[in-house]
Nanobody, 120 residues
Framework: QVQLVESGGGLVQAGGSLRLSCTTS????????MAWFRQAPGKEREVVAT????????YYADSVKGRFAISRDNAKNTLYLQMNSLKPEDTAVYYC?????????????WGQGTQVTVSS
């Protein structure tokens, strides 16, 4: 069974930085399309950033473009999200997700989430 475990969340002041990690086990991380999602209280879950298996293509939501950077280390089975210039509106639970087959809709595996709180 594939497991995804996020870490690195916490409380930070506006303008600060955090780096989230998502460590995977039980699968073939190097073949997965990966993503970071977030869900703020009272809001729907939204995609933050995505990255393909070989890290040649990335996508960012407009709200984080220029501030966040997604990356991966296939040798360490780990996905990262570097978050800079954080804003209070970035406060949310952040989830990593893995997709085995992009030809099919949806992501196959999800982590449990890590809380990010940005104070003003």
């Amino acid at each position: 069974q594939v497991q995804l475990v996020e870490s690195g969340g916490g409380l930070v002041q506006a303008g600060g930085s955090l780096r989230l990690s998502c460590t995977t086990s039980g699968g073939t991380f190097s073949t997965y399309y990966m993503a970071w999602f977030r869900q703020a209280p009272g809001k729907e879950r939204e995609v933050v950033a995505t990255i393909n298996a070989i890290a040649s293509t990335t996508y960012y939501a407009d709200s984080v473009k220029g501030r966040f950077a997604i990356s991966r280390d296939n040798a360490k089975n780990t996905l990262y999200l570097q978050m800079n210039s954080l804003k209070p509106e970035d406060t949310a639970v952040y989830y990593c997700a893995a997709d085995r087959d992009t030809r099919k809709p949806g992501y196959d595996f999800w982590g449990q989430g890590t809380q990010v709180t940005v104070s003003s």
